[in-house]
């Protein structure tokens, strides 16, 4: 997969419980995400200058954490949803494979007349509902020297470190 297939997949999979992995690597394509998720979600989007102190990070750090954002709350949505036909929640549930025992209890609570076994198992599914993991790729051979102000920049700046480091202050947690 190319980077702009990878890099809002988890937005469209993740509360389906569908484990994804990005790239986080080219950070203009981070930053074009990052405005067009701001606008569409109606946020304030404020740019993260490439004339910024370890811009890279940033970038990633704040995209992350608003991709972490969006799942969350999707998820929330989700949980809340009825049992009904062609609703998220039913999905989420039907997608799962036969044997799964998540899939069982579903099936059975979808053909339940007892109201209160119902009830139980309802609210039982729904606690159950995890988003997918949301992984990222950060391509390591990426060691070109940074420069700065024509002074050569400290190996903690290279695009691989700078995709580390973004990774690692955002909230996600695979």
Same mark, same amino acid.
């Given at each position: ?14 509360? /389906?419980? &569908?484990?994804?992995? @990005? %790239? &986080? ?6 930053? $074009? ?6 606008? !569409? ?6 740019? &993260?200058? +490439?004339?910024?102190? #370890? ?34 929640? @039913? ?6 494979? %036969? ?17 209160? $076994?119902?009830?139980? !198992?309802?609210?039982?599914?729904? +606690? ?5 993991? &949301?992984?990222?790729?950060? @391509?390591?051979?990426? #060691? ?12 903690? /700046?290279?695009?691989?470190? +700078? +995709? !580390? ?6 909230? !996600?947690?695979?």
């Amino acid at each position: 997969m190319g980077l702009a297939y990878t890099i809002d997949t988890p937005i469209k999979v993740a509360r /389906f419980g &569908i484990s994804s992995v @990005m %790239s &986080i690597i080219e950070d203009n394509l981070v930053e $074009k995400m990052r405005e067009h998720y701001y606008r !569409l979600r109606g946020e304030a989007y404020h740019p &993260i200058s +490439a004339r910024e102190p #370890d811009y890279r990070a940033k970038r990633i750090t704040d995209y992350l954490n608003l991709v972490h954002r969006i799942v969350d709350e999707q998820l929330a949505v989700l949980r809340e949803e009825p049992f009904i036909e062609g609703s998220e929640i @039913m999905k989420y549930f039907e997608m799962m494979p %036969s044997h799964h025992r998540l899939h069982q209890l579903f099936q059975t609570m979808m053909h339940c007349t007892d109201n209160a $076994k119902r009830q139980r !198992l309802d609210h039982y599914l729904r +606690a159950q509902v995890v988003p997918g993991s &949301i992984d990222v790729n950060i @391509m390591t051979k990426l #060691d070109k020297v940074k420069y700065r102000n024509n002074e050569k920049l400290s190996n903690e /700046f290279n695009d691989a470190h +700078a +995709a !580390l480091r973004g990774y690692a202050q955002s909230n !996600l947690r695979s």
